[in-house]
């Protein structure tokens, strides 16, 4: 039914990257701004303060101690450092909306979560004259990452979207095709599961269990529940399908739902993903030169070459058949009716 | 699952989509427990009407292959791959004694043809 091997279509390297202002504005300002405010309130509350104060808590309360202007500097460092990488990352590799979106939710979720903690680990420790009788932070923390999650979803929906760009050559006419009548209709549906992954997964729940056991605040609880559950809908089966509107990669709860419609294809093929080489884990992700991908095993692959320098990659059984039919079905919607 | 369909052919649609499935268990590419699309999903991918795929489904259904679960789709049933397990036997052995006659497989598919009449 398919031929392997065609011409490789390959992205083009020199297609410049869109939105770099909103890019900037989105994961050095918002982030900025959130620390300018965090380090105001922080400083204002100089007087009232202990010194040292508690910077570090472990299951018993407060057990790290610093001076105010240490914990700041060492904040706004690490802040920014994850702020400027995830500039980058938008900057020079944003071609794809995927990545944008990932790079300032990542940026507006970190600097949220830092100074959340920041803020409600340092209030209820003024007017105290020993650090130590600081409380427990679980609940601080649970707020922060709820706050954060909150700050990073807003930004990666309100990223502007990639504009139209309806590719102008034709599907390469030794692509991989499969057989299909003028009239016919056709549609390929698969499951993409994980692999080694799913004993990740396993480790992660072990570890938790035993964190959650030793803790018992209901606030660690929570986090972890909540870390977990995303770590499950990222891992869990993604949905793959090929029909007459394009390529529709989706999770189990249907969002964020990856859509590549047939206009824009420049041509589809089978690949040999290696996660963590190429993507630095599994999931959602961004890897090397704004390639994005869903990335769930090692091995064959069906991957996407785009319109304007984008690659898309999801990691699914018979890709072989799912890369024919896309192609079949785009150079059909291509050719002059 | 590569589905396909052809209005301007002369089967029925719900039968092209039946004789897909069929096809795919005998030939080992769906095996049991693999998920199929709900009826309503496979209906708009394709634009046809929902009781055409419902139909084939419930067809399927019927001969035991398929298990239709509410708000689930469809799922293989295990028996339908032992039950397809024999005619892809069969089907193997057929192929290689008429590739060692260098028998043309036009000749090959005639002769079933006429054996199934």
């Known amino acids: 039914m398919t031929s392997s091997t065609g011409s490789t279509p390959s992205a083009d390297p020199g297609a410049p990257v869109p939105h770099r202002a909103v890019t900037t504005l989105v994961t050095l300002g918002i982030p900025v701004v959130v620390l300018l405010a965090g380090i105001a309130v922080a400083l204002s509350w100089r007087?009232?303060?202990?010194?040292?104060?508690?910077?570090?808590?472990?299951?018993?309360?407060?057990?790290?101690?610093?001076?105010?202007?240490?914990?700041?500097?060492?904040?706004?460092?690490?802040?920014?450092?994850?702020?400027?990488?995830?500039?980058?990352?938008?900057?020079?590799?944003?071609?794809?909306?995927?990545?944008?979106?990932?790079?300032?939710?990542?940026?507006?979720?970190?600097?949220?979560?830092?100074?959340?903690?920041?803020?409600?680990?340092?209030?209820?420790?003024?007017?105290?004259?020993?650090?130590?009788?600081?409380?427990?932070?679980?609940?601080?923390?649970?707020?922060?990452?709820?706050?954060?999650?909150?700050?990073?979803?807003?930004?990666?929906?309100?990223?502007?979207?990639?504009?139209?760009?309806?590719?102008?050559?034709?599907?390469?006419?030794?692509?991989?095709?499969?057989?299909?009548?003028?009239?016919?209709?056709?549609?390929?549906?698969?499951?993409?599961?994980?692999?080694?992954?799913?004993?990740?997964?396993?480790?992660?729940?072990?570890?938790?269990?035993?964190?959650?056991?030793?803790?018992?605040?209901?606030?660690?609880?929570?986090?972890?529940?909540?870390?977990?559950?995303?770590?499950?809908?990222?891992?869990?089966?993604?949905?793959?399908?090929?029909?007459?509107?394009?390529?529709?990669?989706?999770?189990?709860?249907?969002?964020?739902?990856?859509?590549?419609?047939?206009?824009?294809?420049i041509g589809a093929e089978v690949v040999t993903v290696r996660p963590f080489a190429e993507f630095g884990g599994w999931g959602l992700r961004t890897g090397a030169a704004g390639r994005t991908g869903v990335v769930l095993r090692s091995g064959p692959a069906l991957q996407v070459t785009r319109t304007a320098g984008r690659t898309f990659v999801v990691t699914v059984d018979d890709a072989h058949t799912g890369a024919a039919l896309l192609n079949t079905l785009a150079a059909r919607a291509r050719a002059p009716h | 699952m590569l589905f396909t369909i052809d209005p301007s052919a002369p089967e029925p649609l719900f039968e092209q989509?039946?004789?897909?499935?069929?096809?795919?268990?005998?030939?080992?590419?769906?095996?049991?427990?693999?998920?199929l699309p709900s009826a309503r999903e496979l209906a708009g991918l394709l634009s046809v009407n929902l009781h055409t795929v419902l139909r084939a489904y419930q067809d399927l259904r019927d001969e035991g292959l398929l298990e239709l679960r509410r708000g689930r789709g469809a799922v293989i049933t295990a028996r339908a791959e032992q039950d397809y397990l024999p005619l892809r036997e069969a089907i193997d052995h057929l192929a290689s004694v008429s590739?060692?006659?260098?028998?043309?497989?036009?000749?090959?598919?005639a002769l079933i043809k006429e054996a199934l009449r």
Not at chain 1, 178 to 196: F, I, K, M, N, P
């Open chain 1, 47 to 265: 007087d009232v303060l202990p010194d040292p104060i508690a910077i570090h808590w472990g299951s018993n309360g407060a057990n790290g101690y610093g001076d105010l202007t240490g914990h700041l500097t060492a904040m706004v460092g690490v802040t920014l450092a994850m702020s400027s990488f995830m500039w980058a990352v938008g900057y020079f590799a944003g071609r794809d909306a995927m990545t944008r979106r990932l790079a300032g939710g990542t940026s507006a979720w970190f600097a949220v979560f830092m100074t959340g903690e920041l803020v409600g680990s340092l209030a209820p420790q003024r007017g105290l004259s020993d650090a130590a009788e600081a409380g427990p932070i679980g609940a601080v923390l649970a707020w922060s990452l709820a706050a954060a999650c909150l700050a990073g979803a807003l930004v990666a929906w309100l990223t502007p979207a990639d504009l139209p760009a309806p590719a102008t050559n034709p599907i390469p006419a030794d692509a991989p095709k499969v057989h299909l009548a003028e009239s016919g209709q056709a549609a390929w549906v698969r499951d993409a599961t994980v692999g080694g992954a799913r004993w990740f997964l396993v480790a992660v729940a072990v570890a938790m269990a035993a964190i959650v056991a030793i803790s018992r605040e209901w606030a660690v609880v929570v986090i972890l529940v909540f870390v977990f559950a995303l770590l499950v809908i990222m891992l869990a089966r993604w949905t793959v399908t090929v029909d007459r509107t394009g390529l529709t990669v989706r999770p189990l709860i249907r969002r964020p739902r990856i859509q590549v419609p047939l206009s824009e294809i």
């Open chain 2, 99 to 109: 590739r060692q006659l260098g028998l043309a497989p036009v000749t090959t598919t």
């Open chain 2, 17 to 35: 989509l039946a004789v897909q499935v069929r096809s795919a268990v005998a030939r080992g590419e769906l095996t049991a427990g693999t998920r």
